[in-house]
């Protein structure tokens, strides 16, 4: 086995390292896109009858395409050791094909429902093809990774390792259940009220809420308004989020919990290491990542104005996505070894 192809069986399971899957995806759905509305009117029964088709096509790919990868990294004993057995995944088909047929059925339905609801809140009347495209990728993306999810789980599960004839498995990734509990509901409600009830003072302090005759008033974002909805949101995550997730995981290096990176990393061992000043070097990051976003949004699906819930469901995506990226951030920041090495000092120093 040559160099290249071992480092390509050691790359991981696919919902940890699943961007060539997502991007394959994405990329075959949008050629979809091009070759049956480009340069045609868009209703939103086409984008309804799009939808269920993209869960449908989404499934079919991405199944296969996880077994491939899972069959490759089972012999070599490269599967998690440490695997939560569901009753619940076991009793999901084997066969690719008709776990695929599975899933395209649930997602064909759940994805056209989910574009229905959202067009609605938003009340949009008017399709655009730009928009529509990027929309599209958007949500192919989040729809693929939970499909690499599901069949990740499945294809862990004890029942499907009989081929290996007790091959033990050593690998350190993490399987997360993907399954919806009642428990990540509540953190979920939990959070969002949370980060609600805290958006509504800062509000209150910076002049985006209004309180008149008794009644709390919440002010419309305007496309003009960007800036001071990215400074609030840049204050709100560096002080809810940035910074107690610093603590936590310096907390965790200081007490050996946290490994020591084998190689340093130069772009991220400039940031303070203290979690106060951690957060305070993202805050300016955070305000400017915000507004460009915000920016985007308004300006890709054609928004001038939205009300607080509407914004609030952009913001709230916004800051998984980027709560992601601030622990991979900071993971590698506190990994980083605090030994300073001196230069050797030449025979004529000495």
Excluded at 33 to 43: C, E, H, K, V, Y
Excluded at 65 to 77: E, F, H, M, S
Excluded at 222 to 248: D, E, H, N, Q
């Amino acid at each position: 086995m040559d160099a290249r192809k071992g480092k390509d069986w050691t790359i991981g399971l696919p919902y940890v390292d699943n961007a060539r899957t997502v991007c394959i995806t994405v990329g075959i759905n949008l050629a979809v896109a091009f070759l049956f509305f480009f340069g045609r009117p868009i209703t939103l029964r086409s984008i309804l009858l799009d939808a269920s088709i993209c869960g449908v096509i989404t499934s079919f790919i991405d199944v296969p395409t996880v077994l491939w990868r899972i069959k490759r990294l089972r012999p070599l004993g490269r599967l998690p050791k440490n695997i939560p057995e569901s009753a619940l995944a076991m009793r999901l088909p084997r066969n690719p094909l008709l776990l695929s047929l599975l899933l395209g059925v649930l997602f064909g339905a759940v994805t056209p429902l989910f574009n229905f609801l959202i067009i609605r809140f938003y009340e949009v009347s008017t399709f655009s093809f730009t928009g529509f495209a990027l929309w599209r990728i958007l949500y192919t993306c989040f729809l693929s990774a939970k499909i690499v999810e599901i069949a990740v789980f499945r294809y862990v599960q004890p029942d499907c390792a009989s081929e290996t004839n007790g091959i033990m498995q050593h690998g350190d990734d993490a399987v997360k259940d993907p399954l919806p509990r009642v428990s990540t509901f509540k953190q979920w409600f939990n959070t969002v009220t949370d980060d609600f009830g805290f958006n509504v003072l800062v509000g209150l302090l910076l002049g985006g809420t209004l309180v008149q005759d008794h009644n709390v008033i919440i002010a419309p974002v305007y496309r003009s308004g960007i800036a001071i909805s990215a400074l609030i949101l840049g204050i709100i995550v560096t002080t809810r989020m940035v910074y107690p997730l610093a603590k936590t995981i310096k907390e965790g290096r200081d007490s050996g919990q946290l490994p020591t990176a084998v190689d340093a990393c130069r772009w991220v061992a400039w940031l303070p290491r203290p979690p106060a000043k951690f957060a305070l070097a993202l805050l300016l990051p955070v305000i400017v990542s915000s507004m460009a976003v915000f920016q985007a949004v308004f300006s890709f699906f054609g928004f001038e104005v939205l009300d607080f819930f509407q914004f609030f469901f952009i913001r709230t995506l916004f800051v998984s996505l980027l709560s992601k990226g601030v622990v991979r951030l900071a993971l590698l920041r506190y990994m980083q070894s605090e030994q300073r090495h001196e230069p050797a000092m030449t025979d004529r120093e000495a």
